[in-house]
């Protein structure tokens, strides 16, 4: 099949990723050199029972991507390691990146095109933990049933909602076009909040949305709407899909918070696969009704950093011509302390 030339333009995110690296003094080179330490090092002679800062924020979606920072408080396991969590939600992986950099938070949650996007910019930036898989059901692009709209070819001409410009969704709607030799150029993506979703469908606002989590189930049931591309299936399932970052500087001089963080985040993370402690998170902190937990689909959690998984999201912003080089995501992550227990 012939491949279209394509190189994606710049988006929102990726405009204010510059100005925060034009405004920063900050040292992380994209090849992971410089004045500090490695991740590699970082990750060593770390005591993850001895914190030196207790009380740590942390961004997420209020999705159930949440839910293993969400149970490692509840359940007990980041006061196990002195640490006391509390959760902020937000919108979109740009404000996870600026938010960690300006310091207002020690953590969060974001996808990894947007992280190395950042990197590569110099941004000061580090992958501590992973969060989930790519699974079929958990995250897709939704239509009317009367659009049309019955594959990707079928978006050409369209307006397509993701959550960001920067989004997996995004990059994923992308990479896959390129590989049926579609040119993404004639798609309009426009951002667009989760909870604004249903309401943009019915309204016809937008042809398609991505959707995940509660409003996933609200479209489905309420709407039926008919899924035009999965974004956990094929190739893309396994893929590490989001995961959690922390300002380098932070990391660097507060090596035991760390440590104890990625421990927390392993086995609150490892704690909802269990479908019971899952389901609670969704209904007592999520606040999913009984109908949207019967309908949700529980991604695949794993919190432990995986080299090969999270390289396909650097690859991917190469092939598809965001980035002119390739990137060694290995150089932005840390390793997953051998000593939580």
């Not at 988006?11 to 004045?35: E, H």
């Not at 709407?223 to 970052?245: H, Q």
Request: negative net charge.
């Amino acid at each position: 099949m012939t491949m279209l030339p394509y190189r994606t333009p710049r988006p929102r995110f990726t405009r204010f990723i510059a100005a925060l690296a034009a405004s920063s003094a900050l040292a992380l080179s994209a090849c992971g050199s410089g004045a500090g330490p490695s991740t590699a090092q970082l990750a060593s002679d770390v005591d993850p029972h001895a914190p030196e800062v207790k009380e740590i924020t942390g961004l997420t979606f209020r999705a159930p991507i949440a839910a293993g920072f969400i149970q490692a408080e509840k359940g007990g396991v980041a006061a196990d390691y002195g640490l006391s969590l509390k959760t902020e939600w937000i919108e979109s992986s740009a404000t996870a990146v600026s938010q960690v950099v300006s310091g207002d938070v020690q953590i969060a949650q974001s996808s990894y095109f947007g992280v190395i996007d950042a990197a590569r910019q110099g941004i000061d930036v580090v992958i501590v933990s992973e969060s989930y898989a790519s699974t079929p059901g958990v995250q897709s692009l939704e239509t009317m049933p009367d659009s049309g709209i019955k594959e990707l070819k079928d978006l050409i001409g369209k307006k397509v909602a993701v959550v960001s410009l920067n989004s997996s969704h995004a990059v994923k709607i992308k990479d896959s076009m390129i590989e049926q030799g579609l040119d993404p150029n004639e798609v309009e993506l426009v951002e667009l909040p989760y909870g604004e979703v249903p309401a943009a469908l019915q309204q016809g606002t937008v042809d398609a949305s991505s959707a995940t989590g509660a409003i996933l189930a609200q479209v489905k049931d309420k709407l039926n709407t008919v899924t035009v591309f999965d974004y956990g299936e094929g190739k893309y399932e396994g893929m590490a899909e989001s995961g959690w970052i922390m300002k380098k500087s932070f990391v660097e001089e507060n090596p035991n918070t760390v440590a104890a963080l990625q421990c927390a985040l392993l086995k609150g993370t490892n704690a909802v696969k269990d479908e019971a402690t899952y389901k609670a998170v969704l209904k007592e902190d999520l606040e999913f009704n009984d109908e949207a937990i019967d309908a949700d689909v529980s991604p695949t959690w794993g919190a432990e950093i995986r080299k090969e998984p999270l390289q396909i999201n650097a690859d991917m912003l190469h092939a598809i011509g965001a980035i002119d080089e390739e990137f060694d995501v290995s150089s932005i992550t840390l390793p997953t302390p051998t000593n939580c227990d």
